[in-house]
C-alpha cells in the first residue's frame, strides 16, 4: 500500500500540478488511514480492504476524537482522490469508488484568521536572540536564521513555501536598489518585490555569516540516517517549529497559531497605511490576479476605527446664540399673529 500512495503522490505532483506540500499533506491523510485499517485487520491492507463502511467508521472515529470539520473534510477529499485514482488504474471497482465518493463531511465551522500585530512582530525580533540560550557558539546561526526568516515574513508577505524555496541568487542586495524575486509562486507566477532596508540588512547578515554554502537561502543542517550531518533546503515544518519556538520565548498566545500568512495579512495592512498606497500596489504585492483576493487579506486596527468614527462629521455643530439676538427675536404666537394682520 505505501508504494501506491507514493505513486499516487507523484503523480498527482507531475501531471496535476500540486505542490509539495498539497502531496504530503494528502499521504498524511492516507497513512492515518492505512494505520487504522492495520491495526483493525492486523495485516497490511489491500486496494480492494479500503471500502466504503471502512472508510465512514474511519471519520466518526476522527469525529468524536475531537478532529475538526475542516482536517476531516481534508482526509475525506484525500481518500476520495486516492479511491478514484486505483479505480482509474482498475485496482477497484466502480461500485467501491462510487460508494467512498458519495461521503459528505459536513463543514459548518468557519476558519479562524489571525492577523499578526506590530507588537507582536517586535518581540518576535526580540525574541530571537533569545534562541541560543544554552545551545553553544555552535548554534548562534539559529538566532541569524529566524531573525531572517521574520524578516521577510513580515516585510514582504511571501507565502511559507515561497521562503523555503528561495534562493540565494534572488535576493539581489548588491545594489542601490534591492530586490527579491518569487519564482513559481501560487499558480507558477514569478515577482519581483523590492526589499525593505531592514529586510536587506537582516537578509545580509544571514548569508555573510551562515556556516555553509547552498544554493537555497535558508539551508540548515540535520544528521542524515547515518548520522553524518547534511546541508539541505530549511522545509516548511522547520521554519513553523521556528516560529513557534519564538512565539513560546516571546509569550504570545498561541490559541491559534501565528503562521506565516498571519504575517502576510500584516504586512500588507500595513502597506495600505502608507501614504499613496492604493489597491492595485497591494495586489502587485501580493501577486494576486483579482484585487477582490487581496481585501480578503487586509486587516483592521480597532484604535484607528475609533479615530476615525471620532473623526466623522455628520451634523452641524450648535452654535451659541448672542443673547441680544435672542431678545430681539419674535415668539412663535408673535410671529403667527403678525402673519395674519393684513399690510
Known sequence: MDELIEAFRADKCNKMGWSLASGRAYVSHLNGLVAWLVGKMGRVPEPADVT??????YDTLRKRAGKAQRTRA?????????????????????????????IKVKVTEKPRKRWATREEVQSLFDACPRLIDGRGDNQ?????????VVAILAYTGLRRAEVCALHVADVDIA??????????????????LPLHPNAVRHVRAWIESRPHEHER????????????????PMSEQRMK????????????EQSVPLSAHAFRRFAGTALMKVKGCTIKHIQAFYGHSDPAQSYEYLGIDQQELYSLIAAMEVE????????????????????????????
Not at 537561502?217 to 553524518?228: D, K, M, R, T, Y
Not at 517549529?241 to 509569550?251: D, F, N, Q
Not at 443673547?323 to 403678525?338: D, E, G
Open 175 to 192: 545594489g542601490t536598489f534591492t530586490t527579491i524575486t518569487v519564482r513559481k509562486g501560487k499558480g507558477d507566477k514569478n515577482r519581483t
Open 52 to 57: 466504503a463502511d471502512f472508510v465512514r467508521t
Open 217 to 232: 537561502l535558508f539551508a540548515v543542517p540535520v544528521f542524515s540516517q547515518e548520522g553524518v550531518p547534511v546541508v539541505r
Open 140 to 148: 548562534v546561526y539559529r538566532a541569524q536564521l529566524a531573525t531572517a
Open 241 to 252: 517549529g521556528i516560529l513557534v519556538s519564538l512565539c513560546r520565548i516571546a509569550g504570545i
Open 316 to 343: 452641524a455643530d450648535p452654535t451659541p446664540i448672542d443673547p441680544r439676538i435672542q431678545q430681539s427675536m419674535p415668539t412663535r404666537r408673535q410671529a403667527s399673529y403678525r402673519r395674519r394682520i393684513p399690510r
Open 74 to 102: 481534508a482526509g475525506m477529499a484525500a481518500i476520495q482522490s486516492f479511491a478514484k485514482w486505483l479505480y482509474e488504474r482498475k485496482l477497484i471497482g466502480l461500485e467501491q469508488c462510487a460508494g467512498i465518493g458519495q
